[in-house]
């Protein structure tokens, strides 16, 4: 008998959890090992029907947004986010979502015939694309462009430590 795993990567609750949709600054954190899946369109179809292609998840954290000064958005820096992305036998042509992130991300307009990218060379280099929400909820990423300037590191967790000003071990009054 097989052992199924089941790993949750949503939200706690399970639900999709997406940042307002806005360009972001990113850089690729993780990726998964490559999958053979169903073409979307072929999702509910029995294995042995559907189209089949690799696909991989890439994990993403942001770093940075359009405007840093709006609350909103700036509360997503240090977040992460992750998407599938398909890998066709031409995974850096110009038309595959891979080989536009591939761009992105190592700041070249092409790729040579026969040119070998390797995904460790595309991890921790900051990139900016579109964060928008898939009809069901979870992140769409798309719109790769290659980052300009440099980029601030996602900031440390704010910790806030008190003591006790009374003597009887009470927090004082604010």
């Known amino acids: 008998m097989a052992t199924i795993q089941l790993v949750n990567t ?15 600054t990113l850089v ?4 998964g090992d490559v999958e053979t899946k169903p073409v979307f369109e072929d999702r509910n179809k029995p294995l042995d029907e559907a ?19 709006d609350e909103e958005l700036a509360g997503w820096i240090g977040e992460t986010v992750g998407d599938w992305f398909r890998l066709p036998k ?27 990218v390797e995904i460790d060379d595309l991890l921790d280099k900051p990139f900016k694309a579109t964060i ?14 290659p980052a300009r300037g440099k980029t601030k590191a996602a900031p440390a967790p704010k910790r806030v430590t008190r003591t006790s000003d009374e003597e009887d071990g009470s927090w004082p009054e604010e």
């Open 90 to 116: 031409n995974a850096l042509h110009e038309k595959a979502k891979f080989g536009k992130l591939a761009r992105a991300i190592l700041k070249v307009k092409d790729f040579d015939v026969s040119e070998i």
């Open 51 to 69: 189209r089949m292609e690799n696909q991989v998840k890439l994990t993403f954290r942001i770093v940075g947004t359009s405007d840093d000064e």
């Open 10 to 24: 949503g939200a706690a609750n399970g639900e999709a959890v997406c940042p307002p949709e806005d360009v972001y």
């Open 132 to 145: 928008s929400a898939k009809d069901s909820g979870w992140p769409k990423i798309d719109g790769f462009m």
């Open 28 to 31: 690729l954190i993780e990726y």
